[in-house]
């Protein structure tokens, strides 16, 4: 492999490497909802979830991995260029498909991204992590929720077990998991504290 990109002339790759690394960078803003939304579905969809939620990272990790693909693919060429117009020998090929190989790790990091509440409690897996953390319902010992201090919406709740949290993406627009968290909450009767930046905690019993 390494030895096909030393080889390769940068005039001939040209039209290909520039054309798919401008279609990565202007669909790195759209694709990754599509792509997500179906990966994830395909590999993790439970009839017993509650709600599956989809964190902002997921997308943003995706795309980013999409615009790494493309701007590696662009430094490759333009140092390529550089090289042959200096008629020297190539040296950057290793490097390129090492940086390349960071691709396909981002990609599984944002796919493996996510969080989902059923009967037994919470689940969520960090960005930086391939391995899940759950948290009983009847384990939980503090909730707390983001609060934007400028409108007032909801943005995340987090659960406490007292040894570990474990945060979920919050839209009151749906409503899967709007009912799930508030008929929990009611259940276990617990005080949700709302936490605002800059603003310290206010204490909210339902």
Do not use: C
Not at 39 to 44: A, H, P, T
């Amino acid at each position: 492999m390494l030895k096909k990109i030393h080889n390769s002339d940068a005039d001939t790759v040209m039209p290909y490497i520039s054309t798919t690394a401008i279609l990565l960078i202007l669909t790195a803003f759209f694709l990754p909802g599509i792509f997500v939304m179906f990966i994830q579905d395909m590999l993790f969809y439970s009839r017993d979830h509650w709600s599956f939620l989809r964190p902002s990272e997921a997308y943003m990790g995706f795309g980013a991995a999409m615009i790494w693909i493309a701007v590696v693919m662009l430094s490759f060429l333009f140092t390529k260029r550089y090289s042959e117009r200096k008629n020297t020998t190539y040296k950057l090929a290793g490097l390129h498909v090492l940086l390349m190989a960071f691709a396909p790790l981002l990609f599984a990091l944002s796919i493996y991204h996510y969080a989902y509440l059923d009967e037994s409690g919470v689940t969520g897996n960090d960005f930086w992590t391939f391995s899940e953390e759950h948290i009983a319902w009847d384990d939980v010992e503090e909730v707390t929720r983001l609060v934007d201090e400028g409108n007032k919406a909801v943005l995340s709740y987090t659960f406490s077990d007292g040894e570990k949290s474990i945060t979920v993406p919050y839209n009151s627009r749906e409503y899967e998991t709007r009912h799930a968290i508030l008929s929990v909450v009611q259940m276990y009767e617990w005080e949700v504290t709302d936490v605002f930046e800059d603003a310290g905690t206010v204490p909210i019993t339902f």
